[in-house]
Structure formats: C-alpha cells, structure tokens
C-alpha cells in the first residue's frame, strides 16, 4: 500500500480561541459502546511530545477545531514531571493511548471516535521490527523483539480495575498559542503482549491497529536502520516510508559532576568567566551565560569501542581512575542511530571506504568507563540523575524536545554545548540547528505498513497522514520544518533531503 503524504497545511476550524473544558470524555464505557476506530503507532521514543500534540490538534473541541472536546489520554505510569510544557507527563512508561472524536482537520476520519495506542520502548526500529517478523526476516543479528506491549484495550479498563476510578485529572496543552484541557487517566498498567511470527500476526484475531501497530515515526529512516542492524528485507517487503522534512535535533545530556568540571575547563581556558565556577556538584551554575562545551571529539572518543578501553575521568580533567558513565541507547533506538551518525560516522562511512567507528556497547565496558544500553529517553535522564547523585561523570544522547527540569533529588542533568555551539540556545532548543551553526540534527522519516502481510487498516493510513503533516505546524520544542516542508511556519534554513548520510545544505 503506497502512501503519499499530502505536505501541505492542514486547515484547522478557528471557530474558537479560548479553552474548551473536558466534556462528554471519551471513557473506557463510550470506547466500548462503540464504532470506535482503533490505531497502534510504535517507533520513536523522542518524538513521543510531538505525536501526541499532533493527535490532540486533530480533536473535536481542540485547536479551534469545532465540536465538543472529548480528549483523554491514558498513560500506563502516574508520575507528572514538573515544568512539562507539553502537558504529557514524561513519567509515563512506554505505553500509552490518545482518545477522542476527530474533527474534520484529521480528513476521512472527521466524526470518528478514535482510540491511538502508542508504544515507545525499543526505539524508532520497533516502528518496522513486528513487520519484518511476520514477513520472515532472517534477523541474522537477533535484533527483533519478536513481541511488543501496548495498553490492553480501553474497552476492557473498566472491568479490569485499571483506569477505572475515572480520570485522574486533567492537563492543559498549548495548541496554536492557547490551552486546551484534557482528561487524563494514570496508572493504565495493565498491558498486553502481541507476538509476530511469520504464521501469526500478534494475536489469532491478526487486526491492524489492535493485534499489531500500523506503522509508527522514525528518528532515521529505515536504510540507515536496515545497514546498522544487517537487515536483510528491503523496505518494500512490508510497506513504504516517506521522508516528512521535518528536522529534530538532538544534544549531549551530562550529569551535574560532569558540568561542573567541564565549566571549570572551559573557566580555566578563559572562555567561561570565573564566576561560572561558582556551584557545586549537586547545584552547579546553570545560567545560560556559564554553559560548558564538550568538544565532539572527546565523546567520540569515549563512544567508540576501540578507544574506550582507556577511558577514565581523566578524559574530561577529572581524577584519573575515576568513573565515566556513558549512558546509550539500544541498537534500535533512532536516537542511538543519530549518535551513530554523528560521533562514529556509521553507517555512512563503511565499505570500501572503512571510515565507520564501532561503537561501544555495554560488554564493552571496564571498571572506569560503564556503558549501558537503556530503551527509552526517560531511562537516559534517570540513569544520567542516578550519575549526579553518585558523584559520578555521565553523559548520553537525547532529543531536545527533552527539558531539565531539576528538582532536589530528580532530573539533575542539563544539556553542554557542542564544539562551543549550544543546542538550547533559545526557549524553543532549535534556533541554532535551524539557522545552520548547530549541525547535530537529522530528518524523521514516518512509516506506513502495507503490502498482503501485516498492512496497516485505511483509517490508520489516514490518520499517520494527518499527524505527520501537522508535526511541522506545531511550535514544538527541538523539532522544526525544513524548507522541504511546505508549511506556513518558520522554516531551517537547511535540509538533508531525507538522506540522513547527507550533510545539511541550502
């Protein structure tokens, strides 16, 4: 099944500027009495913020759009992170699901109750891996899952005790400049696992959108997914992918030991001012005036499988011998394929031309340098927290929809410039990428399942159609158009052009 994304804008009513209270909420009970039209999306863990924004703008009630708001969401954990600005809490799990009846911004699905599930754990390639399962990828590495968790169905949460004392409260979203309330309904821990086989295709039942995903987001697009992994199924074997122009940065995420001691690097190069120098381990200097560099090189050099053997504190002016922790992802993480991409040169740089670091992973490691593997952004920042409390030197890869919010004891980390270029230089945390001086930044790609094996149902086309061409209208954070995109808003000034082994040119 060939899907061709329509880039233009999506015309939103603006009927109404004002917040819409939660109303009518689309409970587990409404689910049920039904028709309701049911979605899986997995994939991308970075790009989690952005979806669901895209979805909750495609809503009755939501953005301007007319009609009565019925939105809920419905998230497998219960903790809120404070100063989320997006409204979707980060302490969520992995699996969560998005309801509501769409407006006529969503296209053939107006007037449709929707149920979206979304799965995050594992990374951008779980937006393939159930696919090429029941399509027989050989898998010479063993990296398909073979299964995949989502929340069970809404349908059922009543009956099941989950989720059924009612929503747990509601959050304002910002949608085009205004907030907008949603119901939100927590603790949703009651998940199901679909298994994929060449013979079964998640269940015996084998619906898209409820047995397995329809298709999901992508940091990097599937070639670079297919050469990193080894791959054997070309894309065409199980549906088709499109290139939506829609730039995402990503930084280097530090623990406060490592910030610090990188200020006093840059403190004693007579780049940072003394002053700079003025925190502590536990509560360093965090204005923006005192940010720290981490040249690209240096991480390089710890991320690398060859090299890594001789790390120690001492990499970063530390005491020798004392402990770097470098905080991955999983293989088939999209953002561990933008770190790839950017610190090892893979798989850009293999063949003939022999240019591709190996990077490191967590059998690597040695008693200064301790590499782990985490399947999720959230994972990252806590093990980066669990660093700071310890003392210890730490640093990973995430997005920069991601924001620091720092408590006593919680998400103590914060974002380094890189090669003196910072990746938050502005409250948005793309004005540098998109301008052309910040270059750690690649294309989301979005894919569609197809094909007679395991295709996604029309109404999910539909609806990936209508989220991704609204994920470049949104002012969201670290993600931007690029001039590819067609859009009305403020665009990069580069493109990669959907080849993310491109470099970004005007």
Not at 223 to 239: E, P, T, V
Not at 242 to 268: E, H, M, R, T
Not at 327 to 347: D, E, H, I, Y
Not at 411 to 426: E, M, T
């Amino acid at each position: 099944m060939k899907m061709t994304l329509k880039l233009s804008r999506i015309a939103l009513a603006m009927a109404t500027l004002g917040t819409t209270p939660a109303a009518l909420a689309l409970t587990p009970t409404q689910i049920a009495a039904g028709p309701t039209t049911y979605v899986w999306l997995s994939g991308s863990s970075s790009t989690t913020n952005a979806v669901f924004r895209s979805v909750m703008s495609l809503c009755n009630g939501l953005a301007g759009n007319l009609g009565i708001n019925d939105a809920h969401m419905y998230l497998e954990g219960g903790g809120i992170e404070p100063g989320h600005v997006y409204g979707l809490p980060n302490k969520v799990g992995s699996r969560f699901a998005y309801a509501c009846t769409m407006s006529s911004a969503a296209g053939s699905l107006n007037g449709k109750k929707v149920v979206m599930y979304h799965t995050v754990e594992g990374g951008s390639f779980n937006a393939h891996a159930p696919h090429l399962s029941m399509a027989g990828e050989p898998d010479p590495q063993g990296y398909l899952p073979g299964n995949l968790k989502r929340l069970n169905n809404l349908a059922l949460l009543g009956g099941t005790g989950k989720c059924a004392a009612g929503p747990a409260g509601s959050t304002l979203v910002t949608l085009n400049g205004v907030p907008w309330s949603i119901g939100r309904y927590t603790g949703c821990d009651d998940v199901v696992t679909k298994t994929f086989t060449t013979t079964l295709k998640g269940d015996v039942a084998g619906l898209p959108g409820q047995s397995y995903p329809d298709g999901g987001f992508s940091d990097t697009e599937y070639l670079i997914n297919k050469q990193n992994l080894d791959i054997a199924l070309n894309l065409s074997s199980i549906g088709d992918e499109v290139a939506i122009n829609i730039g995402q940065a990503f930084g280097v995420a530090v623990s406060y030991p490592l910030y610090l001691q990188l200020q006093k690097n840059d403190v004693a190069a007579g780049v940072l001012a003394a002053t700079c120098d003025d925190g502590s381990a536990t509560v360093p200097n965090l204005t923006p005036a005192c940010q720290p560099s981490l040249p690209a090189q240096r991480y390089t050099t710890i991320a690398n499988r060859d090299s890594i053997g001789g790390v120690d504190g001492g990499l970063f002016g530390g005491p020798a011998g004392s402990i770097v922790n470098l905080v991955r992802r999983v293989p088939t993480s999209g953002t561990q394929s933008a770190s790839n991409l950017r610190f090892s040169n893979k798989p850009c740089a293999t063949g003939l031309s022999q240019g591709a670091l190996e990077p490191a992973r967590a059998t690597d490691s040695t008693p200064t340098a301790i590499v782990t593997e985490q399947s999720t952004a959230g994972h990252v920042k806590d093990t980066l927290n669990t660093a700071t409390g310890a003392g210890q030197f730490a640093l990973g890869v995430v997005s920069m929809e991601n924001i620091p919010t720092p408590t006593a004891t919680n998400n103590r980390w914060a974002f380094v410039k890189l090669d003196d270029v910072s990746p938050n230089f502005d409250t948005q945390q793309r004005a540098k990428a998109m301008d052309g001086a910040y270059t750690f930044w690649y294309e989301l790609a979005v894919f569609t399942a197809g094909g007679s094996i395991s295709p996604a149902s029309p109404s999910a086309a539909a609806l990936i159609t209508a989220v991704a061409a609204t994920l470049g209208e949104s002012d969201l954070k670290g993600i931007f158009a690029t001039p590819l995109f067609g859009g009305s808003g403020s665009a990069s000034k580069g493109a990669r052009f959907g080849n993310s082994c491109l470099p970004a040119g005007q």
